[in-house]
């Protein structure tokens, strides 16, 4: 056997059907779409339409809840906020609030406020006034001897 003579198997394959080239092709003239109507023209949006009967995403149940405007908050995780102590960009000596951290730039914008979460480890003491704060965050800047403010 050579290149030249590979073949797919015979009916594996089958030729496109070219719609509106003609009447010897069979869907020549209106291209089997029928006469007149809106299925016959082009740009047809009819999808969730099943022909009276109570479509399937009214037929489903609702579930759950979303809010139409949801609080955003900036996340501080320990690791970075570590970071920046030790680069001393910020004194932990000094009561950190959250205009503190958007001048040192580790807070980009506040949003609806500053959330403080647990991720990586603290080891200095801090005394941190935020918006929002995990309890793992908490229980952590109190075990290190700092404390916690919710504003």
Do not use: W
């Amino acid at each position: 056997m050579k290149l030249h003579e590979l073949r797919d198997n015979p009916g594996a394959t089958k030729k496109r059907k070219r719609i509106g080239r003609g009447p010897g092709s069979g869907t020549g003239k209106m291209g089997g779409r029928g006469i007149k109507g809106q299925k016959s023209r082009s740009g047809v949006a009819i999808n969730g339409y099943e022909g009276g009967q109570m479509p399937l995403y009214q037929r489903l149940p609702k579930r759950g809840f979303n809010m139409r405007r949801p609080k955003k908050y900036a996340v501080v995780n320990f690791l970075v906020l570590q970071k920046f102590i030790d680069a001393g960009k910020i004194d932990a000596k000094k009561p950190i609030t959250e205009e503190t951290l958007v001048e040192c730039g580790l807070v980009r914008r506040k949003l609806h406020g500053v959330r403080l979460l647990a991720k990586g480890e603290l080891k200095a003491k801090l005394d941190i006034t935020v918006t929002g704060a995990s309890k793992g965050a908490v229980e952590a800047v109190e075990k290190a001897g700092g404390k916690v403010t919710l504003a």
